[in-house]
């Protein structure tokens, strides 16, 4: 991220610049998902599990399977209606737990506290300090053909949207504040 914001700043060809751009867009909502900052490595994952890409589970009893990444994904946001994301998005910033001030993760503005915070979350929430069982992938190109998925455990999804909502916040905050700096106000 860091040569992305260089290149913002001090780039003269528009088009590297535009490119550098985006990549800040991208990689700071990436950074602030936990399982972008975390893998687990065990006897049925010993090359990893490709930051939960690899673990299949169900969120409820009636859901279909998916991977654990797909679902923390899905709880950031589900939605490509623009309308929607905007009134959740509004919704967000007018909670009182996540005003500004509330937010004390935004005294730390470097990318590797961010990817530390992220990866705490995975390591202890997400994964339940190694706990969480799920069902590995295998040789399986399609989440249905997994049918002993576990469900996840009772409190996860609720306690992973909650997360979620903070963490979408934070990135906006920080998106802002990166903006700002590399661009001016």
Known sequence: MAEN???VKNENDLDRKAIALAWLFHL???????LHAAQIFTVDYPNGDRGGNQ???RATHTRQPMNLHRF???VITSSQNLTRLRHEATALRNR???????????????FESWAKESFEIATKIAYRNG????SPRGEKLDCAMVAAAPVLPVGYVVNASRIADRRMTLAG??????LTRVVGS
């Open 173 to 178: 905050h920080r998106l802002a504040d990166l």
């Open 96 to 110: 009182q737990e996540f005003q500004r001030s509330q937010l004390t993760e935004l005294a730390n503005t470097d």
């Open 5 to 7: 914001e260089i290149t």
């Open 55 to 57: 673990i299949y589970i």
């Open 72 to 74: 923390w994904d899905g």
């Open 131 to 134: 706990g969480l069982s799920g």
């Open 28 to 34: 700071v909502g990436d950074i602030d998902q936990p």
